[in-house]
């Protein structure tokens, strides 16, 4: 059975840095794509960074280039978000999906994604 769980969410004053950590269970993360989105109130879920399974790259949406980073961890088998210079425009609730048979074009795409968390919320705030 797979699941995802995601810790690490919270509040933040604008600059500052959080980590996210999404640990997931059921299958091995370098096997899979996984990837971090968020939704704000009022808005579509949007992608924010991913590892594609094929060619282990790490994908990142152009707002946040720069600022996060998604890395790996095959021993603890999680993928987590580092969250830097974070801005008032990145509070949402951020999720953490995978999947096993996407394609490098449905990367973006949350509706690709089969396997989600629950969510951790990020607020940035002064």
């Known amino acids: 059975q797979v699941l995802l769980v995601e810790s690490g969410g919270g509040l933040v004053q604008p600059g500052g840095s959080l980590r996210l950590s999404c640990a997931a269970s059921?299958?091995?993360?370098?096997?899979?794509?996984v990837s971090w989105f968020r939704q704000s109130p009022g808005k579509d879920r949007e992608f924010v960074a991913g590892?594609?399974?094929?060619?282990?790259?790490?994908y990142y949406a152009d707002a946040v280039k720069g600022r996060f980073t998604i890395s790996r961890d095959t021993v603890e088998n999680t993928v987590s978000l580092q969250m830097d210079r974070l801005d008032y425009s990145d509070t949402a609730v951020y999720y953490c999906?995978?999947?096993?048979?996407?394609?490098?074009?449905?990367?973006?795409?949350?509706?690709?994604?089969?396997?989600w968390g629950q969510g951790t919320q990020v607020t940035v705030s002064s």
């Open positions: 590892t594609f399974r094929r060619d282990r790259k790490l």
């Open positions: 999906a995978a999947d096993r048979t996407i394609i490098l074009s449905g990367m973006h795409q949350d509706q690709a994604y089969e396997y």
């Open positions: 059921g299958f091995a993360v370098n096997t899979y794509t």
